[in-house]
DNA sequence: ACCTTTTATTTCACTGGTGAAATATGACTT
DNA sequence: AAGTCATATTTCACCAGTGAAATAAAAGGT
């Protein structure tokens, strides 16, 4: 049996042994989280896979790619950090990284002269572009076998359950 | 806007953005894996952080539980290791913790005394009967709004998910 | 001009986890 | 009995990320 198949079945026996001592447990509920930390933890691994060979993690590259997706290739620092959920010292370690392999550079902003503006370099758009499509059919066997309806199915929940995630957030640590 | 519903709604123009330079990317497949990531991320945050005040971690608490629902409530380092996809080296700070704490015991196997076996201690399962319950009602308000169906469908789905994950590991990285 | 605020950065000590190599132990094979 | 294998542990150097505090720089309000 493989991985993940393995450690979910050894999960859903756990939680039904948990269940009948514990009965007020949300059982169904309790079996979700761990499934999505594990499925996730898992498609993150697969991830990661494809980006060693290019000596790049996960953080770095989304950096990248959230700079490359960008209208005018730029950002800030801050920005930066929420939109790749990095805390400010570990985005000036992302960006030290980048910058001094030519992805990127980094330089005061012209309006408002507080502010860092982070830019990918044509080399940084050059180098997404090749890492890219290698990464495709990876992601597309992820989703074998997923109907449309499916997908649509899938995203659906993942957004709600994200809304639920920020309800909580906000009202417990705001 | 709250956190991660801001991050969804850049994510997404971002990966409209992309679709257009390079058509071939799996754009909904891509949007899939972002959400995992990023949902999973916050649940796990959200987790954590009824974790915190007992000085747990997430591979402690979730080490302590697999020794919990274990029928005789007792395992072997490697054992954990795979059920709680943790290397040995950290398998072995996790036990360094959780004996120190009194809430699991290690000692030799009395069958094949090269094993060593790990076993929950009755303080271990007064632990967590007592820091259980309260993360029930937040597990339960993060599926808030789902229906039986949408649970149903969500844990299909993501069993759906790890199988292909499965089969990805294998023949690439087996 | 002065004060406050925003923003970015650096530093430091820390947590959590990895990977490789070395060591120990004892079971299994022959 | 000797050799091989499996298991567990320790150690070491390392990577990734956090949180708090200190510093810098300049915008903006008064």
């Given at each position: 049996m493989?991985r993940l198949?393995n450690?979910?079945?050894?999960?859903?026996?756990?939680?039904?042994?948990?269940?009948?001592?514990?009965?007020q447990?949300?059982?169904?509920?309790?079996r979700?989280c761990?499934?999505?930390?594990?499925?996730?933890?898992?498609?993150?691994?697969?991830?990661e896979?494809?980006?060693?060979?290019?000596?790049?993690?996960?953080?770095?590259?989304?950096?990248l790619m959230?700079?490359?997706?960008?209208p005018?290739g730029?950002?800030t620092?801050?920005e930066?950090c929420?939109?790749?959920?990095?805390g400010?010292?570990?985005?000036?370690r992302?960006?030290?990284?980048l910058?001094k392999?030519?992805?990127?550079?980094?330089?005061?902003?012209?309006?408002?002269?507080?502010?860092?503006?982070?830019?990918?370099?044509?080399?940084?758009r050059?180098?997404?572009?090749?890492?890219l499509p290698p990464?495709?059919?990876?992601?597309?066997t992820m989703?074998?076998?997923?109907?449309?309806?499916?997908?649509?199915?899938?995203?659906?929940?993942?957004?709600?359950?994200?809304?639920n995630?920020d309800?909580?957030?906000?009202t417990s640590h705001?």
């Amino acid at each position: 049996m493989a991985r993940l198949t393995n450690c979910i079945t050894m999960m859903d026996e756990g939680i039904g042994r948990m269940s009948q001592i514990v009965p007020q447990m949300p059982a169904a509920e309790a079996r979700l989280c761990r499934l999505m930390l594990m499925v996730s933890t898992s498609l993150e691994e697969e991830l990661e896979f494809k980006l060693k060979p290019h000596k790049l993690n996960h953080s770095e590259f989304l950096t990248l790619m959230i700079l490359y997706s960008r209208p005018d290739g730029s950002s800030t620092p801050g920005e930066l950090c929420e939109f790749a959920t990095q805390g400010a010292t570990n985005m000036t370690r992302i960006a030290n990284a980048l910058v001094k392999r030519g992805l990127i550079t980094r330089g005061a902003s012209e309006e408002d002269r507080r502010r860092v503006l982070i830019r990918i370099t044509p080399a940084g758009r050059r180098f997404v572009l090749k890492m890219l499509p290698p990464m495709f059919p990876r992601v597309a066997t992820m989703f074998a076998g997923f109907s449309d309806n499916d997908k649509r199915n899938l995203s659906r929940l993942l957004r709600k359950l994200a809304h639920n995630l920020d309800q909580l957030s906000e009202t417990s640590h705001p």
